[in-house]
Nanobody
Framework: QVQLVESGGGLVQAGGSLRLSCAASVRSFSRSALGWFRQAPGKEREFIAAISWSGGITYYADSVKGRFTISRDNAKNTVSLQMNSLKPEDTAVYHC????????????????WGQGTQVTVSS
């Protein structure tokens, strides 16, 4: 069983920053990948960022490039998403997810999903 627990969501003004964290209840992700996704009401789930667990190679959606940074701590089995220059359109429920590789995550094909954390950006 793999459990993913997100934290760090909240309310922030436009232009502000938030840092999301995802903790996994597994010993390692040496051949796996973790990523972040978001879903706003009435919209489809959107890929945000992904990172390979062993190599730390990152991928970002065009909508967040230059503003969001994904990172991981292999020893603690955690992945973080630093979100800067937030915009109202970033408002959504953000989910952490795990898969065997980053290609699967970019296609929203994840094996495990966290419960989500709400991010609200006010104007």
């Amino acid at each position: 069983q793999v459990q993913l627990v997100e934290s760090g969501g909240g309310l922030v003004q436009a232009g502000g920053s938030l840092r999301l964290s995802c903790a996994a209840s597994v010993r390692s992700f040496s051949r796996s990948a973790l990523g972040w996704f978001r879903q706003a009401p009435g919209k489809e789930r959107e890929f945000i960022a992904a990172i390979s667990w062993s190599g730390g190679i990152t991928y970002y959606a065009d909508s967040v490039k230059g503003r969001f940074t994904i990172s991981r701590d292999n020893a603690k089995n955690t992945v973080s998403l630093q979100m800067n220059s937030l915009k109202p359109e970033d408002t959504a429920v953000y989910h952490c997810a795990a898969a065997l590789n980053t290609d699967l995550l970019k296609r929203l094909d994840a094996d495990y999903w966290g419960q989500g954390t709400q991010v609200t950006v006010s104007s």
